[in-house]
């Protein structure tokens, strides 16, 4: 089963890979406040291999 996952990963790899650099592209499209722009990296996601994590919690913004 968890090779098939894995091959699964490979194959959505690409898709995944162009769907984070659209996020990205529209991140940047505008210029954004501070608060905007730590709300925006907190809640990033992605998915499969682009998925983004952050150790941050939101007490420690201010």
């Known amino acids: 089963m968890s090779s098939f996952r894995n091959t699964m990963?490979?194959?959505?790899?690409?898709?995944?890979?162009?769907?984070?650099?659209?996020?990205?592209?529209?991140?940047?499209?505008?210029?954004?406040t501070l608060e905007e722009a730590v709300d925006k990296g907190l809640n990033f996601g992605g998915h499969g291999h682009f998925k983004i994590r952050t150790i941050?919690?939101?007490?420690?913004r201010s």
């Open 9 to 32: 990963r490979e194959l959505r790899a690409p898709i995944d890979r162009f769907r984070a650099f659209q996020q990205l592209k529209d991140f940047h499209s505008r210029e954004r």
């Open 56 to 60: 941050q919690k939101r007490s420690e």
